[in-house]
């Protein structure tokens, strides 16, 4: 007997009925929904998070916006403002309660910063350069320097600098040429950093140094005391914008650092300096939408007093639409910079692809809204007395910091292509 056409039938009534219940099941949405209860992907902030907002927007409309100009204007960074963020908490926001820190997250860190940068960029700046600062010690630090470090900065009462740019290595990091040479007892640290941030003001540095191990050279990371001997700071440089925080050159001379200050291992600089740059650049770009929002609010406000041809300037088409695409970019930027803040805050894989996504598109998206703000309010917009053209030189800086964006664009592509 033939088997092969009863054989063949047989797997054609089994094909079809794998099919119509896999289809069946596929294909049936409704019973899907339903089932699940419609599946709710919540993007809401909850009541506590817009109190939360609300509470530092005032802070900043009623202690910090009055002082936007003189602080851009004069570099001066008014000791009872830094105080006052101090008393709310500000400062310590993002650290966890054990080093006396306000147990915020990422996410809680961005409400608050775009708050404050979309009144006064230099403010916002404060904080968040002091994480970028910390956040050496919380990816690669021992427990026991984390109780020694951490409380002073979440208090405030110890700023700290990120110490990792060099006259020839910004984009090529692990090109640096400062060295950390054991002579058996400490390391000694020669070299020179560009382009520090508060630098000056810092109590503590994370400095990035190579090393050498047999015959191999490898970045480590080190917590160095701006007393010790043998650093000197050099000028402070005359910036576009951001001038109310300052930026320096740091010499190191033969600076002794125990090696109980070392974070990590040996040769774990890279990694730490990497991972702190994953974490922060969500804070790059919220400031970016902070900034991006107050040109925009500025410029709104602008239209609809400003009359031309008999009418107010808001009333013409050809600029409702630049508004509305500056209002569309800006909220697509905030959403990106949220997402990448949740991703970074859940643990969740992606961090980095998130973090650089974010930093890359709001900063764009800020520098575009800025330059659109500033031709929207005309010739005024170019002058000195409107603050349209603080945010439009401002927002340039963001599109440089942790890692310009052509070297986000790359770290994107890294994950892409892993
Ligand atoms: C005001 C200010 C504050 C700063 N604060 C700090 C701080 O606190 N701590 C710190 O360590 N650093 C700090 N920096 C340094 C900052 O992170 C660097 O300036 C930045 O990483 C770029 O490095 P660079 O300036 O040497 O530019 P370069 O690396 O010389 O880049 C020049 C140009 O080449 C492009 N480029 C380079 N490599 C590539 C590539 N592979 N593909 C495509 N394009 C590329 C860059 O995008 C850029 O357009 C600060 C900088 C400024 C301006």
Partial sequence: MNWFPLLKTVLIILNVLIRYFYYKEILNIKKFILKKGGMKLDYSLSEEQKMFRQSVRRFAQEKVASLAEEIEESGNYPDELLQMMNQQGIMGLPYETKYNGGGGNLLMMCLAMEELASVCANTAMVPTTQELGAMPIVVGGSEEQKQKYLPKIASGESRISFALTEPEAGSDVASMRTKAHFDGRNYIVNGVKRFISYADVADVMCVFAKTKTLNEENVSAFIVDKNTPGITIGKKENKMGFRGFSSCEVYFENVMVPPENRLGEEGDGFKIAMKTLDKTRPLVGILAVGLAQGALDTAIAFTKERKQFGHTISQFQGLQWMMADMAMQIEAARQLVY????????????????????????????????????????????????????????????????????????????????
């Fill in 339 to 418: 997402k990448s803040a949740y991703v970074i805050d859940q643990g969740e894989l992606g961090g980095a692809k998130y973090g650089a996504m974010a930093k890359c598109f709001a900063t764009d998206v800020c520098m575009k809204v800025t330059t659109d703000a500033v031709q929207l309010l005309g010739g005024v917009g170019y002058m000195r007395e409107f603050p349209t053209e603080r945010y439009f030189r401002q927002a340039k800086l963001l599109q440089i910091v942790e890692g310009t964006n052509q070297i986000q664009r790359v770290v994107i592509a890294n994950q892409l292509l892993k």
